[in-house]
């Protein structure tokens, strides 16, 4: 145990007993129910309005979508080998300040162009504040549970879209695009800054704590435990075919994801009234809470791509339902089916991340994976953008969708762990 240094924040003096990683984990799902209530459901809402309220064309907006995730993953690379070298505090600050100025600014937009730009800014903040941050939060403060605490800061992920998708929607029908979005920057600083502040904190060590579960992670899993102290270089990890069969499943799969729930909305609009429209993004984050609690415990226990390929073949087999059928029941009963896949996806990439590459050089994979990850998220909408003009609808297009998903399901079967000590691959399953 280390000697410590520094004193723990106020919220250990409310239950001392508690292990302090408990508090990080429940902070990244409040920060995550800000962030990424906005920067991702969020996105949805934006790229319905701005083709409804402002008139601008759905294949512009839904290429700037694409810009927003593909500066998202380049912001990803760059930033992850400093947050593994500095902490993620710092990152999470000036993430939500920047969000929330990008979000003054695209209310008061008055030209298409400025969408650019301003989308631009918005995906700078999101990945300071977003994913990385929170998942090297979570990893270097776990590594027995981990999947449990994943689960619970992931949370916070499904919560802000069952709560700020109808929020948003209200506001932008009844207050306007401006108001609207002054109101969320409030919001998210007034959640953010007092967490990076008071209550999250970079890492055990400083407080002469060891990540939870450490000693008995040890014991169990021997050379695997070694292993999450390992440093890897980025030309290391990019040497790894976990690496590579890992980004190329994920960027299949988020690919399809990300067009499907970015066209949601616009999608359900043609079929059924705003309101019950908007029902059907906000079952997304209903499904996505309802599934992780399921997912969560048992990712502690089962292989993490056995559970991954099964949610990437899941929602697969939704896209085609969504595609086939036309009644109310139904459409909703698939929205909320694609929600079961919503965070849980990305939570597992997270927790293999860290079970391959290790606490210490988490941010630095992670970034990696997010690069590739979110350049093809990125593509997603505008993807799904051109089949709906070549197609003449939705329908035909979701199936190329539907069957990308199953083809990263076959993928990320294939993923095996690296060599920890980085001298080539062993071959050995990921989460056996």
């Known amino acids: 145990m280390a000697t410590p240094t520094r004193r723990l924040p106020w919220p250990h003096r409310v239950a001392p007993r508690l292990h302090y990683g408990w508090w990080v984990a429940g ?24 083709v409804v309220e402002r008139g601008w064309s759905r294949e512009f907006v839904s290429a700037a979508t694409s810009l927003y995730w ?17 902490g993620a505090r710092r990152f999470i600050a000036l993430g939500a300040v920047v969000m929330a100025l990008a979000l003054y600014w695209i209310g008061r937009m008055g030209a298409a162009w400025q969408i650019l730009p301003a989308y631009t800014l918005l995906a700078v903040g999101f990945s300071l504040a977003g994913a990385i941050s929170t998942g090297a939060l979570v990893t270097r403060w776990f590594m027995g549970r981990r999947a449990l605490a994943m689960t619970l800061s992931h949370s916070g992920v499904s919560a802000g879209g069952i709560v700020l998708t109808p929020l948003m929607t209200g506001w932008i029908q009844q207050l306007g695009m401006q108001v609207a979005l002054d ?17 999250l904190r970079s890492g055990p060590e400083a ?32 040497r ?20 499907t729930t970015m066209h949601l909305l616009s999608f359900l609009r043609e079929r059924l009234d705003a ?40 929602q697969g087999a939704m896209v085609l339902v969504l595609a086939s059928v036309s009644g109310t029941t139904l459409l909703l009963g698939a929205s909320l089916g694609i929600g079961f896949t919503i965070g849980n996806i990305f939570m597992l990439q997270a927790l293999l991340v860290g079970e391959l590459f290790g606490q210490a050089s988490f941010a630095t994979a992670m970034g990696l994976q997010q690069l590739v990850s979110q350049v093809a998220s990125g593509l997603g909408p ?35 762990a690296p060599d920890p000590e980085g001298h080539g691959e062993e071959g050995r399953p990921a989460s056996s």
């Open 207 to 238: 407080f002469g704590l060891e990540p939870q579960g450490a000693g008995s992670f040890r014991l169990q899993e021997g050379a695997l435990a070694d292993a999450q102290k390992r440093i890897w270089r980025r030309r290391e990890v990019l």
């Open 240 to 259: 790894t075919t976990a690496f590579r069969v890992l980004a190329a499943a994920y960027a299949i799969m988020l690919l399809c994801q990300v067009a």
């Open 382 to 416: 505008l993807v799904l953008g051109l089949l709906y003009a070549l197609h003449g609808g939705y329908p035909t297009a979701f199936l190329w969708l539907a069957g990308g998903a199953f083809a990263a399901a076959a993928l990320i079967s294939q993923v095996h």
């Open 275 to 314: 309101e019950t429209a908007a029902l059907g993004v906000s079952s997304l984050a209903f499904g996505s809470l309802l599934a992780r609690s399921l997912i969560g415990p048992l990712a502690d226990r089962l292989s993490k791509r056995w559970l991954a390929a099964g949610l990437f073949a899941f």
């Open 183 to 199: 109101r969320l920057a409030i919001v998210l600083l007034a959640i953010a800054l007092p967490l990076a502040l008071f209550v």
């Open 27 to 50: 902070g990244c799902s409040l920060l995550s129910f800000a962030v990424v209530g906005i920067g991702f459901y969020g996105m949805v809402v934006l790229l319905d309005a701005l």
């Open 70 to 86: 593909i500066v998202t993953g380049l912001v990803s690379l760059t930033i992850g080998r400093a947050v593994d070298r500095f």
